[in-house]
C-alpha cells in the first residue's frame, strides 16, 4: 500500500511536467502542418481567417452554456476594446507571423516567439505598467535577459551563416511536396521573415498590454471575450483577405493538408492547449509553464529535419541560445519578485489535484513574464485572446493592473 501510495502521489505531481511537454508537440506539430500548407500555396491570409472561424465555432458554445448568466454590456467604449484586441491578434500578429513562416523556417519561427516575455517587459516600462529598479537585481536580471534576448534575435536576423548538418539528415529523402523551401530563400527574403517575425511578436505583446482593461469588464466571462475576440477577428481577415487577395480560387479548401493545418490551429492550439495549459498555470505558476517554451523549438528543430529536411543554420543555433539565456534570465527576474511581493504562493512541488475547470482568473502579476505559448499561458488559463495566437509561451501581465485569465 505504501508502494502504491508513493506512485501515485509521484504521478500526480508528474501530471503538469507531462501536460507542458504534450503541449509544446502540439505546437510543434501545428508550426510544421501550417509550413506545409503554405508551400503547397494557401495562402495565409486564408488560413488565419478559417483557423479562427473553427476557434469561434469551438469555443462559442461554451460560452453560451458556460456564461449565459449577467453577460457584461457591450457599449461603445468595450466594443471597440474588443475590436484592437481582435485587431492585434488574429489580424496584425498571425498574419505577419504566418508570413514570416513562409520566407524563413518552423525552428527560426518558434525561435523568435521567444522573444515574447522581454518585448512585454519592455512595453510594461513604457507604459509605466512595470516599475524598474536598477538597484534590484531581479530588475537588473530583466533587463540583462531583454538585451540579451533583442541581441539574439538581431544575431538571427543578420546573420544567417554555414549549414549545420543533422547527423540523421543525410538519409532523410521527403517527398518533394512536402520539402521546405529554406534552402531556396535568399537572403534577402530571409532578413524580410525575420522583420515579419519581429512585428509579429510585438503585436502579440501588445495584445496583452492592452487587453488588460477588456479583462476587467469580462473577467467572469473569459469564454465569452474569447468568442468575440475570434469572431470579430474572423470578420476582419476576411475583409482583409478580400484586399490582398483578388481570385476566388484562394477560397477553395479540400480535404487535404490545408483543412488539417486550419482545424489543427483552430481547435487543438487555439483551444484545447489553452485550456490544459491554463490548468498548469493555475496549480503550478505561469512561470513554470512559461520555461517550457524553448522545448517547442527543439521538437520543431528535430520534427522539420525529418519531415521537411529542413535545413539549421549556425546563426539560428547561435541566436536562438542567446534568446533563450535571455528569456530564463527575464523569467528568473519574475520568479524573484513574485517571491517578494507574495511569497507565500510561491509554487510547490504538487499539493493534490487541480480544482476548477481551468477558467479561472489568473493574477496578472508582470506584464513580461510569458507565454507563448503562456503567449501568447495567461491568456490560455481563460482562453481570453489565447485562441488567436501562434504557439509560443503567454507573458504575465502587471500585477497591480487586473487580474486575468491564461498561447
Given at each position: 500500500?505504501?508502494?502504491?501510495?508513493?506512485?501515485?502521489?509521484?504521478?500526480?505531481?508528474?501530471?503538469?511536467?507531462?501536460?507542458?511537454?504534450a503541449?509544446?508537440?502540439?505546437?510543434?506539430?501545428m508550426?510544421?502542418i501550417?509550413k506545409?500548407?503554405?508551400n503547397?500555396?494557401?495562402?495565409?491570409?486564408?488560413?488565419?481567417?478559417?483557423?479562427h472561424?473553427?476557434?469561434?465555432?469551438?469555443?462559442?458554445?461554451?460560452?453560451l452554456?458556460?456564461?449565459?448568466?449577467?453577460?457584461?454590456?457591450?457599449t461603445?467604449?468595450v466594443?471597440?476594446?474588443i475590436f484592437?484586441?481582435?485587431?492585434?491578434?488574429?489580424?496584425?500578429?498571425?498574419?505577419?507571423?504566418?508570413?514570416?513562416?513562409?520566407?524563413?523556417?518552423?525552428?527560426?519561427?518558434?525561435?523568435?516567439?521567444?522573444?515574447?516575455?522581454?518585448?512585454?517587459?519592455?512595453?510594461?516600462v513604457?507604459?509605466?505598467m512595470?516599475?524598474?529598479?536598477?538597484?534590484?537585481v531581479?530588475?537588473?536580471?530583466?533587463?540583462?535577459?531583454?538585451?540579451?534576448?533583442?541581441?539574439g534575435?538581431m544575431?538571427?536576423?543578420l546573420?544567417?551563416?554555414?549549414?549545420?548538418?543533422?547527423?540523421?539528415?543525410?538519409?532523410i529523402?521527403?517527398?518533394?511536396?512536402?520539402v521546405?523551401d529554406?534552402?531556396?530563400?535568399?537572403?534577402k527574403?530571409?532578413?524580410?521573415?525575420?522583420?515579419l517575425?519581429?512585428?509579429?511578436?510585438?503585436?502579440?505583446?501588445?495584445?496583452?498590454?492592452?487587453?488588460?482593461?477588456?479583462?476587467?469588464t469580462?473577467?467572469?466571462?473569459?469564454?465569452?471575450?474569447?468568442?468575440?475576440?475570434?469572431?470579430?477577428?474572423?470578420?476582419?481577415?476576411?475583409?482583409?483577405?478580400?484586399?490582398m487577395?483578388?481570385?476566388?480560387?484562394?477560397?477553395?479548401?479540400?480535404?487535404?493538408?490545408?483543412?488539417?493545418?486550419?482545424?489543427?490551429?483552430?481547435?487543438?492550439t487555439?483551444?484545447?492547449?489553452?485550456?490544459?495549459?491554463?490548468?498548469?498555470?493555475?496549480?503550478?505558476g505561469?512561470?513554470?509553464a512559461?520555461?517550457?517554451?524553448?522545448?517547442m523549438?527543439i521538437?520543431?528543430?528535430?520534427l522539420?529535419?525529418?519531415?521537411?529536411?529542413?535545413?539549421?543554420?549556425?546563426?539560428?543555433?547561435?541566436?536562438?541560445?542567446?534568446?533563450?539565456?535571455?528569456?530564463?534570465?527575464?523569467?528568473?527576474?519574475?520568479?524573484k519578485?513574485?517571491?517578494?511581493?507574495?511569497?507565500?504562493?510561491?509554487?510547490?512541488?504538487?499539493?493534490?489535484?487541480?480544482?476548477g475547470?481551468?477558467?479561472?482568473?489568473?493574477?496578472?502579476?508582470?506584464?513580461?513574464?510569458?507565454e507563448?505559448?503562456?503567449?501568447?499561458?495567461?491568456?490560455?488559463?481563460?482562453?481570453?485572446?489565447?485562441?488567436?495566437?501562434?504557439?509560443?509561451?503567454?507573458?504575465?501581465l502587471?500585477?497591480?493592473?487586473?487580474?486575468?485569465?491564461?498561447?
Open positions: 500500500m505504501k508502494n502504491l501510495g508513493c506512485c501515485s502521489k509521484f504521478l500526480e505531481s508528474s501530471k503538469p511536467y507531462f501536460a507542458m511537454i503541449l509544446q508537440f502540439g505546437y510543434a506539430g508550426n510544421i501550417t506545409v500548407s503554405l503547397r500555396g494557401m495562402s495565409h491570409y486564408v488560413l488565419v481567417v478559417y483557423r472561424a473553427f476557434a469561434t465555432a469551438v469555443i462559442a458554445p461554451f460560452a452554456f458556460f456564461e449565459r448568466k449577467m453577460q457584461p454590456k457591450i461603445f467604449p466594443f471597440m476594446q484592437v484586441l481582435a485587431l492585434l491578434g488574429p489580424v496584425i500578429d498571425q498574419n505577419f507571423y504566418y508570413a514570416g513562416l513562409k520566407y524563413t523556417s518552423p525552428t527560426f519561427s518558434c525561435a523568435m516567439s521567444n522573444m515574447l516575455p522581454a518585448m512585454t517587459f519592455v512595453m510594461a513604457i507604459f509605466r512595470e516599475k524598474l529598479d536598477i538597484k534590484k531581479r530588475c537588473q536580471a530583466k533587463l540583462l535577459g531583454t538585451l540579451v534576448t533583442v541581441a534575435a544575431f538571427m536576423t546573420y544567417k551563416g554555414p549549414i549545420v548538418e543533422m547527423l540523421w539528415s543525410k538519409h529523402h521527403p517527398r518533394k511536396s512536402y521546405t529554406t534552402t531556396g530563400t535568399t537572403d527574403d530571409w532578413f524580410k521573415g525575420s522583420i517575425l519581429i512585428i509579429a511578436t510585438l503585436a502579440w505583446a501588445s495584445l496583452f498590454v492592452l487587453q488588460t482593461k477588456a479583462l476587467k469580462y473577467k467572469n466571462h473569459q469564454l465569452s471575450l474569447t468568442s468575440l475576440v475570434c469572431f470579430i477577428g474572423t470578420l476582419q481577415a476576411i475583409a482583409v483577405t478580400f484586399v487577395e483578388h481570385k476566388s480560387s484562394v477560397w477553395r479548401i479540400g480535404w487535404d493538408m490545408n483543412l488539417l493545418a486550419a482545424a489543427y490551429a483552430g481547435i487543438v487555439s483551444s484545447i492547449s489553452y485550456y490544459v495549459q491554463g490548468l498548469v498555470i493555475k496549480k503550478k505561469p512561470v513554470f512559461t520555461a517550457f517554451s524553448p522545448l523549438m521538437i520543431v528543430a528535430i522539420g529535419s525529418f519531415i521537411l529536411a529542413e535545413k539549421i543554420y549556425l546563426g539560428g543555433i547561435v541566436g536562438s541560445a542567446l534568446i533563450v539565456m535571455g528569456l530564463y534570465s527575464v523569467l528568473w527576474g519574475k520568479h519578485e513574485k517571491m517578494e511581493v507574495d511569497p507565500e504562493e510561491i509554487p510547490e512541488p504538487v499539493k493534490g489535484t487541480v480544482q475547470n481551468g477558467n479561472s482568473i489568473v493574477v496578472i502579476e508582470d506584464i513580461e513574464a510569458n507563448v505559448q503562456v503567449q501568447k499561458a495567461e491568456a490560455n488559463n481563460n482562453f481570453s485572446a489565447m485562441a488567436m495566437s501562434m504557439p509560443m509561451a503567454l507573458p504575465d502587471p500585477h497591480k493592473e487586473s487580474q486575468e485569465p491564461r498561447a
